[in-house]
């Protein structure tokens, strides 16, 4: 693909203080009514919305954020990238989405900064080592590389870690996906918006939907900040308040809704080159490109829509750190926030039809979904454009509260479940 940008325009905005850059995407008023309204901003709505536009022709779309792009969980996680997951239904739909990263700088001609640096999942105790084992063989299966790390591999591999078994969290062995790594969560939102928006799709800041007009079980609308907003279809793509949309609907889901929590330190030269997680003490991290650690931690343990964790969390969160990664004793903390993440029962997403005719649902992807944003995206698109659901999102229809099959990845998700 042809960059848009060359090297002169580099030189030439970089003299020109970078002022009058052209936008990246346009802010039009809204229309008073679209084929699509995909209601949320985030990364899942913006790539559905792009989706929709490239797989499927349907360009009479807009996107409606309450707040900024990415202002919501896209911008606020630790965007680790990983496709491990054990139930052949979650590995496939993880597994299309990582396809995709592997392409999304190309396909949308934006640097996602997609870093393959492998995700490491740490095993402190016997029953850890169980699972792993049980899940390396369940991805394999599956297709999805995955392989089983002694202590004296993972040393190897990331050689910073302490393993001398003195502390609180000894290491029995990890799991390692090698394709699994990083991306710019912010770039990732941009990305998207400025593809969609090129082909068409209206994105509309600062405009909260408040409410959905319904007649005859039928979707007729989206009420808005900035008025009434008709629509054939929409999508609510809203994390943290898919319940609050959802009851605006008049329908109930069975989700949580629960603060999450992560923190960057100040930043230093290069010291960890992939990524490292431990569920079972709740705590992962990894280095940014700017060489900040990015560290994050469990969920509250309570519900709520406060968009920082409890300090007691944190605590216990860097405690662990500390003890894997002794050289990061006297690292300091810059940054500390919160993002509300909405979590299914079985700690697997939504991705349906609901009882309203014409309103689809994208939720419940609780502390994990950031990996799955391109493939998310592109199943989503394919339910709303198709009235019916792609066969890798089939089984996570929200009917499956009801019949009973759920598809349950504690294990995957442990990390802050
Ligand atoms: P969001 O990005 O939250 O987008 C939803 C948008 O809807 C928001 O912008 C919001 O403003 C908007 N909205 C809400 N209500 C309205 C309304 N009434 N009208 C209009 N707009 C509305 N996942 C991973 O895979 N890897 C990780 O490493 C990881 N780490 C995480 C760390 C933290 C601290 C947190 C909080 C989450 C983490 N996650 C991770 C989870 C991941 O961030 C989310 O699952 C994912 O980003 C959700 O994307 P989204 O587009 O659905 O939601
Ligand atoms: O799902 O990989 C994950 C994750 C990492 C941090 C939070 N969630």
């Known amino acids: 693909m042809t960059p848009r940008y060359s090297i002169f325009s580099l030189l030439r905005n970089a003299a020109s203080y970078h002022e009058d850059w052209p936008e990246a995407w346009r802010s039009p008023e809204p229309k008073p009514s679209y084929e699509v309204v995909i209601v949320g901003g985030g990364g899942h709505g913006l790539a559905t919305a792009y989706y929709l536009a490239k797989e499927h022709g349907v360009t009479d779309v807009a996107v409606i954020e309450r707040g900024w792009l990415g202002g919501g969980n896209t911008g606020r996680n630790t965007t680790i990238v990983r496709s491990n997951y054990l139930w052949d239904e979650s590995a496939q739909l993880y597994e299309h989405a990582l396809k995709l990263w592997e392409g999304l700088s190309q396909d949308l001609n934006y640097n996602v900064m997609f870093s393959q640096r492998g995700v490491m999942n740490l095993a402190h105790n016997q029953h850890d080592l169980r699972e792993l084992n049980r899940r390396i063989s369940a991805n394999r299966l599956n297709g999805v590389d995955s392989e089983f790390l002694t202590p004296a591999r993972i040393k190897a591999f990331c050689p910073i870690i302490d393993l001398r078994a003195q502390g609180r969290y000894p290491v029995l062995g990890a799991s390692l996906q090698r394709r699994g790594g990083t991306a710019r969560h912010d770039a990732v939102a941009w990305g998207y918006a400025r593809a969609a928006d090129a082909r068409g799709v209206d994105i509309i800041q600062e405009c909260p939907v408040e409410g959905f007009d319904i007649s005859n079980g039928k979707i007729q609308a989206v009420r808005t900040g900035k008025g009434r907003i008709e629509a054939r279809k929409v999508g609510i793509v809203v994390a943290g308040h898919s319940s609050v949309l959802a009851g605006q609907a008049g329908f109930r889901l069975p989700v949580q809704s629960l603060p999450l929590q992560a923190l960057v330190s100040e930043p230093v030269k290069p010291v960890l080159d992939t990524v490292v997680m431990s569920n079972a003490v709740h705590a992962y991290i990894s280095q940014s490109d700017k060489g900040e650690l990015v560290i994050g931690a469990g969920v509250d343990p309570y519900v709520g829509y406060g968009q920082r964790g409890g ?107």
Request: aromatic share 10%; proline share 7%; hydrophobic share 45%.
């Open 311 to 417: 300090i007691a969390v944190t605590e216990e969160t860097l405690a662990a750190i500390c003890e894997l990664f002794p050289m990061f004793r006297r690292m300091r903390m810059l940054r500390l926030w919160g993002g509300i993440v909405d979590v299914c029962p079985d700690a697997s997403p939504i991705l349906s039809k609901t009882p309203v005719e014409g309103l689809y649902i994208n939720c419940g992807w609780g502390t994990g979904g950031f990996k799955a944003t391109p493939g998310s995206g592109h199943v989503f698109a394919h339910t709303i454009a198709r009235d019916a659901p792609h066969p890798l999102n089939a089984p996570f229809k929200l009917d499956r509260f009801h019949s009973g099959f759920l598809i349950d990845e504690h294990g995957a998700a442990a990390v802050a479940h």
